[in-house]
Protein backbone atom coordinates (compact mmCIF):
# COMPACT_ATOMS: atom_id res chain seq x y z
CA UNK A 1 0.00 0.00 0.00
CA UNK A 2 1.21 3.51 -0.94
CA UNK A 3 2.09 6.32 1.48
CA UNK A 4 -1.21 8.23 0.33
CA UNK A 5 -3.37 5.15 0.48
CA UNK A 6 -2.47 4.74 3.84
CA UNK A 7 -3.56 8.22 4.77
CA UNK A 8 -6.42 8.26 3.09
CA UNK A 9 -7.72 4.88 4.28
CA UNK A 10 -7.27 6.42 8.30
CA UNK A 11 -8.26 9.64 7.66
CA UNK A 12 -11.46 7.82 6.89
CA UNK A 13 -11.31 5.59 10.03
CA UNK A 14 -10.58 8.77 11.83
CA UNK A 15 -13.29 10.94 10.67
CA UNK A 16 -15.81 7.77 11.30
CA UNK A 17 -14.48 6.93 14.93
CA UNK A 18 -14.88 10.65 15.39
CA UNK A 19 -17.94 11.37 13.96
CA UNK A 20 -17.28 13.98 11.74
CA UNK A 21 -18.64 14.67 8.29
CA UNK A 22 -17.39 13.44 5.26
CA UNK A 23 -16.44 17.26 4.00
CA UNK A 24 -14.04 16.92 6.92
CA UNK A 25 -11.42 15.19 4.26
CA UNK A 26 -11.03 18.65 2.37
CA UNK A 27 -9.48 19.83 5.96
CA UNK A 28 -6.94 17.15 5.72
CA UNK A 29 -5.77 18.03 2.29
CA UNK A 30 -5.52 21.59 2.68
CA UNK A 31 -4.68 22.40 6.29
CA UNK A 32 -3.80 19.01 8.21
CA UNK A 33 -1.16 17.35 5.83
CA UNK A 34 0.62 20.90 4.88
CA UNK A 35 1.03 21.40 8.63
CA UNK A 36 2.18 18.17 9.43
CA UNK A 37 4.83 18.91 6.79
CA UNK A 38 5.55 21.77 8.47
CA UNK A 39 5.90 19.84 11.83
CA UNK A 40 8.36 17.14 10.34
CA UNK A 41 10.21 19.76 8.66
CA UNK A 42 11.25 21.47 11.80
CA UNK A 43 12.20 18.08 13.05
CA UNK A 44 16.18 17.42 14.10
CA UNK A 45 18.14 15.33 16.05
CA UNK A 46 16.34 16.13 19.56
CA UNK A 47 13.03 15.02 19.86
CA UNK A 48 10.55 18.24 18.71
CA UNK A 49 8.35 19.92 21.17
CA UNK A 50 5.13 21.37 19.67
CA UNK A 51 2.97 23.31 21.88
CA UNK A 52 -0.74 23.44 20.33
CA UNK A 53 -3.35 25.91 22.19
CA UNK A 54 -6.76 25.86 21.60
CA UNK A 55 -10.10 27.04 23.63
CA UNK A 56 -12.55 24.45 24.38
CA UNK A 57 -14.05 23.21 20.81
CA UNK A 58 -11.99 24.73 18.82
CA UNK A 59 -10.66 21.21 17.36
CA UNK A 60 -7.30 20.95 19.44
CA UNK A 61 -7.67 16.89 20.40
CA UNK A 62 -9.22 16.66 16.75
CA UNK A 63 -6.02 18.47 15.14
CA UNK A 64 -3.94 16.39 17.35
CA UNK A 65 -4.86 13.46 16.43
CA UNK A 66 -4.50 13.61 12.55
CA UNK A 67 -1.05 15.35 13.12
CA UNK A 68 0.16 12.00 15.11
CA UNK A 69 -1.28 9.53 12.83
CA UNK A 70 -0.18 11.69 9.47
CA UNK A 71 3.36 12.38 10.57
CA UNK A 72 4.16 8.31 11.85
CA UNK A 73 2.54 7.67 8.41
CA UNK A 74 5.04 9.72 5.82
CA UNK A 75 7.51 9.61 8.45
CA UNK A 76 7.63 6.73 10.50
CA UNK A 77 8.61 9.08 13.60
CA UNK A 78 7.15 8.02 16.37
CA UNK A 79 4.37 10.43 17.81
CA UNK A 80 3.29 11.03 21.22
CA UNK A 81 -0.16 12.87 21.73
CA UNK A 82 -0.35 14.34 24.95
CA UNK A 83 -2.98 16.81 27.22
CA UNK A 84 -2.69 19.34 29.39
CA UNK A 85 -6.83 17.68 29.98
CA UNK A 86 -4.87 14.84 31.47
CA UNK A 87 -2.37 16.26 34.11
CA UNK A 88 -5.67 17.63 36.43
CA UNK A 89 -5.35 16.97 40.17
CA UNK A 90 -7.65 14.43 41.26
CA UNK A 91 -10.82 15.25 42.68
CA UNK A 92 -9.55 14.99 46.43
CA UNK A 93 -6.45 17.02 45.36
CA UNK A 94 -8.83 19.49 44.12
CA UNK A 95 -10.87 19.65 47.55
CA UNK A 96 -7.58 19.59 49.22
CA UNK A 97 -6.27 22.72 46.82
CA UNK A 98 -10.10 24.75 47.54
CA UNK A 99 -9.68 23.81 51.35
CA UNK A 100 -6.34 25.44 51.41
CA UNK A 101 -6.54 28.30 48.85
CA UNK A 102 -9.90 29.37 47.34
CA UNK A 103 -13.63 27.11 46.97
CA UNK A 104 -13.35 27.76 43.38
CA UNK A 105 -10.85 25.50 42.75
CA UNK A 106 -12.58 22.57 43.38
CA UNK A 107 -13.51 22.62 39.59
CA UNK A 108 -10.89 21.74 37.27
CA UNK A 109 -10.05 23.94 34.61
CA UNK A 110 -7.77 27.26 35.31
CA UNK A 111 -3.69 27.01 36.28
CA UNK A 112 -3.28 25.50 39.87
CA UNK A 113 -5.47 22.40 38.92
CA UNK A 114 -3.49 20.67 37.39
CA UNK A 115 -0.40 18.75 38.82
CA UNK A 116 2.32 20.84 37.31
CA UNK A 117 5.37 18.88 38.85
CA UNK A 118 3.62 15.63 36.96
CA UNK A 119 3.50 17.52 34.10
CA UNK A 120 7.09 19.01 34.04
CA UNK A 121 8.63 15.39 34.65
CA UNK A 122 6.39 13.58 32.05
CA UNK A 123 7.35 16.00 29.19
CA UNK A 124 11.10 16.33 30.39
CA UNK A 125 11.50 12.50 30.33
CA UNK A 126 10.03 12.47 26.62
CA UNK A 127 12.28 15.13 25.71
CA UNK A 128 15.31 12.69 27.20
CA UNK A 129 13.89 9.70 25.92
CA UNK A 130 13.46 8.38 29.16
CA UNK A 131 10.64 5.73 30.06
CA UNK A 132 7.66 7.71 31.54
CA UNK A 133 3.88 6.79 32.21
CA UNK A 134 1.31 9.16 30.95
CA UNK A 135 -2.09 9.62 33.59
CA UNK A 136 -5.23 10.08 31.65
CA UNK A 137 -7.95 11.94 32.89
CA UNK A 138 -11.70 10.92 32.83
CA UNK A 139 -14.27 14.02 32.98
CA UNK A 140 -17.31 12.01 32.76
CA UNK A 141 -16.74 10.97 36.50
CA UNK A 142 -14.29 14.18 36.72
CA UNK A 143 -11.12 12.57 38.38
CA UNK A 144 -8.44 10.55 36.94
CA UNK A 145 -8.26 6.92 35.51
CA UNK A 146 -6.56 4.18 37.15
CA UNK A 147 -2.82 4.06 36.88
CA UNK A 148 -3.52 0.84 35.17
CA UNK A 149 -5.40 2.88 32.14
CA UNK A 150 -2.04 5.15 31.79
CA UNK A 151 0.11 5.26 28.88
CA UNK A 152 3.54 3.99 28.63
CA UNK A 153 5.86 5.84 27.02
CA UNK A 154 9.72 5.09 25.65
CA UNK A 155 9.34 1.50 27.31
CA UNK A 156 10.21 0.18 24.10
CA UNK A 157 14.06 1.02 22.55
CA UNK A 158 12.88 0.37 19.31
CA UNK A 159 9.66 2.62 19.71
CA UNK A 160 11.52 5.89 21.31
CA UNK A 161 9.58 9.21 21.16
CA UNK A 162 10.40 11.46 18.68
CA UNK A 163 7.67 14.21 18.56
CA UNK A 164 5.91 15.56 21.25
CA UNK A 165 2.38 17.20 20.43
CA UNK A 166 1.26 18.48 23.52
CA UNK A 167 -2.25 20.30 23.54
CA UNK A 168 -4.37 22.47 25.97
CA UNK A 169 -6.45 25.27 26.31
CA UNK A 170 -4.14 27.19 27.96
CA UNK A 171 -0.48 26.24 26.67
CA UNK A 172 1.56 29.44 25.88
CA UNK A 173 -1.35 31.56 27.32
CA UNK A 174 0.14 34.81 28.40
CA UNK A 175 -0.02 35.46 32.35
CA UNK A 176 -1.95 39.14 32.69
CA UNK A 177 -0.35 42.25 34.75
CA UNK A 178 -2.19 43.25 38.27
CA UNK A 179 -3.94 45.73 36.83
CA UNK A 180 -5.89 43.54 34.23
CA UNK A 181 -6.31 41.05 36.96
CA UNK A 182 -7.96 43.64 39.68
CA UNK A 183 -11.53 43.92 37.79
CA UNK A 184 -14.09 40.97 37.80
CA UNK A 185 -15.06 39.89 34.31
CA UNK A 186 -17.99 37.95 34.92
CA UNK A 187 -20.68 36.88 37.31
CA UNK A 188 -18.43 34.06 38.85
CA UNK A 189 -15.56 36.44 39.56
CA UNK A 190 -17.54 39.40 41.17
CA UNK A 191 -20.13 36.88 43.42
CA UNK A 192 -17.23 33.97 43.89
CA UNK A 193 -14.18 36.06 43.92
CA UNK A 194 -14.52 39.39 45.03
CA UNK A 195 -11.14 39.93 46.63
CA UNK A 196 -9.30 38.63 43.33
CA UNK A 197 -7.56 35.73 45.32
CA UNK A 198 -8.62 32.69 43.05
CA UNK A 199 -7.89 34.64 39.34
CA UNK A 200 -4.53 35.95 41.19
CA UNK A 201 -3.23 32.75 42.40
CA UNK A 202 -4.23 30.97 38.65
CA UNK A 203 -2.38 33.84 36.96
CA UNK A 204 0.80 32.62 38.67
CA UNK A 205 0.09 29.09 38.34
CA UNK A 206 0.03 29.79 33.96
CA UNK A 207 3.60 31.87 34.76
CA UNK A 208 5.22 28.92 36.33
CA UNK A 209 3.18 26.83 33.72
CA UNK A 210 4.87 29.20 30.58
CA UNK A 211 8.47 29.00 32.49
CA UNK A 212 8.83 25.41 33.59
CA UNK A 213 6.79 23.88 30.47
CA UNK A 214 4.98 25.92 27.41
CA UNK A 215 8.26 28.30 26.38
CA UNK A 216 10.25 24.96 25.99
CA UNK A 217 8.68 23.97 23.15
CA UNK A 218 10.12 24.30 19.73
CA UNK A 219 7.17 25.74 18.25
CA UNK A 220 3.47 27.20 19.68
CA UNK A 221 0.27 26.72 17.59
CA UNK A 222 -2.89 28.48 18.10
CA UNK A 223 -6.34 27.22 16.90
CA UNK A 224 -7.90 30.94 17.15
CA UNK A 225 -11.58 30.75 17.89
CA UNK A 226 -13.60 33.97 16.35
CA UNK A 227 -14.83 35.08 19.54
CA UNK A 228 -15.56 33.92 23.19
CA UNK A 229 -19.34 33.62 22.52
CA UNK A 230 -18.21 30.74 20.08
CA UNK A 231 -15.66 29.27 22.89
CA UNK A 232 -19.20 28.74 24.75
CA UNK A 233 -21.34 27.17 22.07
CA UNK A 234 -18.54 24.72 20.98
CA UNK A 235 -18.17 23.86 24.74
CA UNK A 236 -22.47 22.93 24.49
CA UNK A 237 -21.39 20.80 22.22
CA UNK A 238 -18.91 19.02 23.50
CA UNK A 239 -20.92 18.69 26.96
CA UNK A 240 -23.94 16.70 24.66
CA UNK A 241 -21.40 14.69 23.22
CA UNK A 242 -19.68 13.69 26.20
CA UNK A 243 -23.22 12.86 27.39
CA UNK A 244 -24.36 10.79 24.26
CA UNK A 245 -21.24 8.64 24.82
CA UNK A 246 -21.55 8.22 28.52
CA UNK A 247 -25.38 7.52 28.72
CA UNK A 248 -24.87 3.56 30.01
CA UNK A 249 -21.95 4.72 32.72
CA UNK A 250 -22.77 5.27 36.38
CA UNK A 251 -21.66 8.33 38.57
CA UNK A 252 -21.23 10.92 36.13
CA UNK A 253 -20.49 14.24 36.09
CA UNK A 254 -22.12 15.45 33.38
CA UNK A 255 -23.28 18.97 33.62
CA UNK A 256 -26.70 20.92 32.91
CA UNK A 257 -27.18 23.81 31.21
CA UNK A 258 -27.01 26.27 34.06
CA UNK A 259 -23.82 24.64 35.57
CA UNK A 260 -22.03 24.34 32.03
CA UNK A 261 -22.35 28.39 31.76
CA UNK A 262 -21.25 28.63 35.73
CA UNK A 263 -18.47 26.11 34.59
CA UNK A 264 -17.34 28.29 31.27
CA UNK A 265 -16.89 31.72 33.51
CA UNK A 266 -13.61 29.84 34.69
CA UNK A 267 -12.25 30.24 31.73
CA UNK A 268 -13.13 33.21 30.35
CA UNK A 269 -10.68 35.80 31.55
CA UNK A 270 -7.66 33.74 30.26
CA UNK A 271 -9.59 32.90 27.14
CA UNK A 272 -10.32 36.54 25.99
CA UNK A 273 -6.80 37.28 26.87
CA UNK A 274 -5.23 34.66 24.68
CA UNK A 275 -7.28 35.23 22.16
CA UNK A 276 -6.39 39.16 22.12
CA UNK A 277 -2.67 38.09 22.50
CA UNK A 278 -1.43 34.88 21.40
CA UNK A 279 -1.86 35.28 17.90
CA UNK A 280 1.16 37.81 17.71
CA UNK A 281 3.50 35.36 19.34
CA UNK A 282 2.74 32.03 18.48
CA UNK A 283 4.66 30.49 15.45
CA UNK A 284 1.41 29.29 13.82
CA UNK A 285 -2.14 30.70 13.58
CA UNK A 286 -5.23 28.77 12.28
CA UNK A 287 -8.13 30.53 12.15
CA UNK A 288 -11.68 28.73 12.75
CA UNK A 289 -14.91 30.77 11.33
CA UNK A 290 -18.05 30.68 13.49
CA UNK A 291 -19.12 27.26 11.13
CA UNK A 292 -15.84 25.54 12.37
CA UNK A 293 -14.30 25.40 9.12
CA UNK A 294 -10.49 26.54 8.44
CA UNK A 295 -9.52 28.06 5.63
CA UNK A 296 -5.58 28.87 6.32
CA UNK A 297 -2.17 28.41 8.28
CA UNK A 298 -0.55 31.94 9.37
CA UNK A 299 2.58 31.13 9.54
CA UNK A 300 4.93 33.98 11.51
CA UNK A 301 7.70 35.73 9.65
CA UNK A 302 11.16 35.18 11.01
CA UNK A 303 12.46 38.61 11.90
Known amino acids: ?116 NLMENTISALLDQRPCIMPRFDKAIDDRCNESMWTQYNSDSNKLIDIILFEGWCNNSPEQSTEELATPINELEENEDSDGIWRNYANEQLSNYNNKIFQQADMSIMLKAPDFNSIYEWRTLQENKLMDATTSRNNLKIMSPAELQRFIQHYERISRHTLDHLPSTA ?21
Open 1 to 116: MTTLSKIQEESKRLIKEMKLPDSFSSSIDDIYIPLAEIVMNKKEAEPLFISINGAQGTGKSTLTQFLKHLIEIKSGLTVADISLDDFYLTRKERVQLANNNHPLFLTRGVPGTHDA
Open 283 to 303: DIVIPISKNHDIKEIIIKQSS
